[in-house]
T-cell receptor
Framework: DVKVTQSSRYLVKRTGEKVFLECVQD?????MFWYRQDPGLGLRLIYF???????EKGDIPEGYSVSREKKERFSLILESASTNQTSMYLC???????????FGSGTRLTVV | GENVEQHPSTLSVQEGDSAVIKCTYS??????FPWYKQELGKRPQLIID?????GEKKDQRIAVTLNKTAKHFSLHITETQPEDSAVYFC?????????FGSGTKLNVKP
């Protein structure tokens, strides 16, 4: 089974702080994704990556950036955290040949 | 881009009854439709999926149907049990991205 690990389960940060959310996978999945999950809005794609050093904007990239220096690690960066970025953040991976996602356990971020 | 709509947002059924969750999509290029189950406090898990060249797929008490012409697909759970209580998400795969529905909270009453 693919394991997708998100470094923090719960995180509380102050407005204006720079926040790093880490996602690490232990299989050779090419594709990695960051979503945020909000009640009534489902999962919304922030950024994704098909390969090392490659990144593409999703549907709601504003206020976020990403980094993929190694195949197994995909980082989400909140440049200057704001209260409207309080959310559950989910990392997901996908094998290049298809199939469904494997999700990480999520990071619940609260910005105060 | 693709737009996926999911209904109902909440569904309450008696144990043993059937539950049906429906999704529609907008882009006929979408070709793969997975369903995820997310229990409280846990990550979404893939429970069943269907590809655009198939009309129906079944796995024990769970089935998914796809109508490509109408651009809708549905999740059917028969003989529901309390452990089926969770949030269910549908998704459509389009140009290497997934687009998710807003989720259905299913409550199975014992």
């Amino acid at each position: 089974d693919v394991k997708v690990t998100q470094s923090s389960r719960y995180l509380v940060k102050r407005t204006g702080e720079k926040v790093f959310l880490e996602c690490v996978q232990d299989m050779d999945h090419e594709n990695m994704f960051w979503y945020r999950q909000d009640p009534g809005l489902g999962l919304r794609l922030i950024y994704f990556s098909y390969d090392v050093k490659m990144k593409e904007k999703g549907d709601i990239p504003e206020g976020y950036s990403v980094s993929r220096e190694k195949k197994e690690r995909f980082s989400l960066i909140l440049e200057s955290a704001s209260t409207n970025q309080t959310s559950m953040y989910l990392c997901a991976t996908l094998l290049g040949t298809g199939g469904g996602y494997t999700f990480g356990s999520g990071t619940r971020l609260t910005v105060v | 881009g693709e737009n996926v709509e999911q209904h109902p947002s909440t569904l309450s059924v008696q144990e043993g009854d059937s539950a049906v969750i429906k999704c529609t999509y907008s882009d006929s290029a979408s070709n793969y439709f997975p369903w995820y189950k997310q229990e409280l406090g846990k990550r979404p898990q893939l429970i069943i999926d269907i590809r655009s060249n198939v009309g129906e797929k079944k796995d024990q008490r769970i089935a998914v149907t796809l109508n490509k012409t109408a651009k809708h697909f549905s999740l059917h759970i028969t003989e529901t049990q309390p452990e089926d209580s969770a949030v269910y998400f549908c998704a459509a795969h389009n140009f290497n991205k997934f687009y998710f529905g807003s989720g259905t909270k299913l409550n199975v009453k014992p």
